[in-house]
């Protein structure tokens, strides 16, 4: 099936540091990609939705100026978390689509904000 | 879109059938049923997905009752390796706006 890779895997960072997540798709283009994220425990809650070209829909209650999405080309889409803090730890995973009947995801990237 | 409920946990004995069910009472005539599931840790692996006909592949079956208000999983002899979170998901096809994930079933392959 379609690969999608997620880079990082893990990243600690000191709070108030931005850090970026990158989500590529290796062998199929990707007009849309999507964001999400998980809690220990917890389900994947889908943050926003990542279009080529133009500015990602967030879900209500994601803050757009605290996670900025930039999905420039059709094989990238990078997440960033801006002035990161500790509650902004957790596993970002990232999904895309090849425009057939399945989404698949990226492996995950684990934020640790010290 | 279409809400699904699944049981929190379940056991099943290595090499034993593992069947879990999810309802989705409130499905649409264009909206399939998806199953993923999630090793600890990892993204969501992608299994089986169906429309109203059952389906298998080398994963799993998919049995989706004749009313399509609910459907089961099955993994045909469970391995240690398929503990995991089963999340079943039903959505329009092409339509991957709003896929949203559910609390999903724990399954504990036990030896």
């Known amino acids: 099936g379609a690969v999608v890779s997620q880079h990082p895997s893990w990243v600690i960072c000191k709070s108030g540091t931005s850090v970026k997540i990158e989500c590529r798709s290796l062998d199929f283009q990707a007009t849309t990609m999507f964001w999400y994220r998980q809690f220990p425990k917890q389900s994947l809650m889908l943050m926003a939705t990542?279009?080529?070209?133009?500015?990602?829909?967030?879900e209500q209650g994601v803050e757009k100026d605290k996670f900025l999405i930039n999905h420039a080309s059709l094989t990238l889409s990078t997440l960033t978390v801006t002035s990161a803090h500790p509650e902004d730890s957790s596993f970002y995973i990232c999904?895309?689509?090849?425009?057939?009947?399945?989404?698949?995801f990226g492996s995950g990237t684990q934020l640790s904000v010290l | 879109d279409a809400k699904t409920t699944q049981p929190p946990s379940m056991d099943c004995a290595e090499g034993r059938a593992a069947n879990l069910p999810c309802n989705h009472s409130?499905?649409?005539?264009?909206?399939?049923v998806y199953w993923y599931r999630q090793i600890h840790s990892q993204g969501p692996q992608y299994i089986i997905h169906?429309?109203?006909n059952n389906e298998t592949n080398e994963m799993a079956s998919l049995i989706i009752t004749e009313d399509r208000k609910s459907s089961t999983l099955i993994l045909p002899h469970a391995t240690l390796r398929d503990t995991a979170v089963y999340y079943c998901i039903v959505r329009a096809i092409y339509n991957f706006n709003k896929f949203y994930f559910g609390s999903g079933t724990k399954l504990n392959v036990k030896p």
């Open positions: 999904s895309a689509s090849e425009g057939g009947e399945k989404l698949f």
């Open positions: 409130t499905i649409s005539g264009n909206e399939y």
């Open positions: 169906g429309l109203k």
């Open positions: 990542s279009n080529e070209g133009s500015k990602a829909t967030y």
